[in-house]
């Protein structure tokens, strides 16, 4: 099974700042099977990026994500107060797994 | 559109099952695997498993093997998860998520979620 470890657990920040998410994996993730999710309080998840770096339908273009291999990265440009909420990361090969999340609040 | 629309809420002593539905509508049911995430209070997502709808194959993490049980329903476009022998620990929200194609694919639409409680 492949562990992913997100970082930081919570991260504090203003609208309008600039959000940078971790989520490192413990072996190779294999073919860019890799994508993010945002979760509201109550809500289901969304699915924000698959494929590391594209975006999902409807998805504003703030979003985007990088990396490869163990290390990906959901970068958020300017923070709209929308935004706040939780993201988490997926590798989707044969046996899906989460990371634990990354909490993005109001500073 | 696609829609999932799953059963609502549950209440159960332990050691019983639970059995959860998720009819899907607005595309072709046998075309897209199906999977159940599952997320406790205040903790993350945890995926279980899935079921090919059309030959009805399915997948599911170890540490779920020999307690879950996913099957569908052509007729109907459901999809069902039975989970046994609960526990507290079980006390979750339980989603269903279709991916866009076939196995080792991300989630694409979600259902809205159904809360078990497991309680005596």
């Known amino acids: 099974e492949i562990v992913l470890t997100q970082s930081p657990g919570t991260l504090s920040l203003s609208p309008g700042e600039r959000a940078t998410l971790s989520c490192r994996a413990s072996?190779?993730?294999?073919?860019?099977?890799l994508a993010w999710y945002q979760q509201k309080l109550g809500q289901a998840p969304r699915l924000l990026m698959s494929?590391?770096?594209n975006r999902a339908t409807g998805i504003p273009d703030r979003f985007s994500g990088s990396g490869s291999g163990t290390d990906f990265t959901l970068t958020i440009s300017r923070l709209e107060p929308e935004d706040f909420a939780v993201y988490y990361c997926q590798q989707y090969g044969r046996l899906p797994t989460f990371g634990q999340g990354t909490k993005v609040e109001i500073k | 559109q696609v829609q999932l629309v799953q059963s609502g809420a549950e209440v159960k002593k332990p050691g019983a099952s639970v059995k959860v539905s998720c009819k899907a509508s607005?595309?072709?049911?046998?075309?897209?695997?199906m999977n159940w995430v599952r997320q406790a209070p205040g903790q993350g997502l945890e995926w279980m498993g899935m079921i090919n709808p059309s030959g009805g194959y399915t997948s599911f993490a170890q540490k779920f093997q020999g307690r879950v049980s996913v099957t569908r329903d052509t007729s109907t476009s459901t999809v069902y998860m039975e989970l046994s022998s609960l526990t507290s620990e079980d006390t979750a929200v339980y989603y269903c998520?279709?991916?866009?194609?076939?196995?080792?694919?991300?989630?694409?639409?979600w259902g809205q979620g159904t809360l078990v409680t497991v309680s005596s």
């Open positions: 494929g590391v770096s």
């Open positions: 072996q190779s993730v294999s073919s860019t099977y």
């Open positions: 998520a279709r991916n866009p194609y076939g196995a080792g694919s991300y989630f694409e639409y």
């Open positions: 607005g595309y072709n049911f046998i075309a897209h695997y």
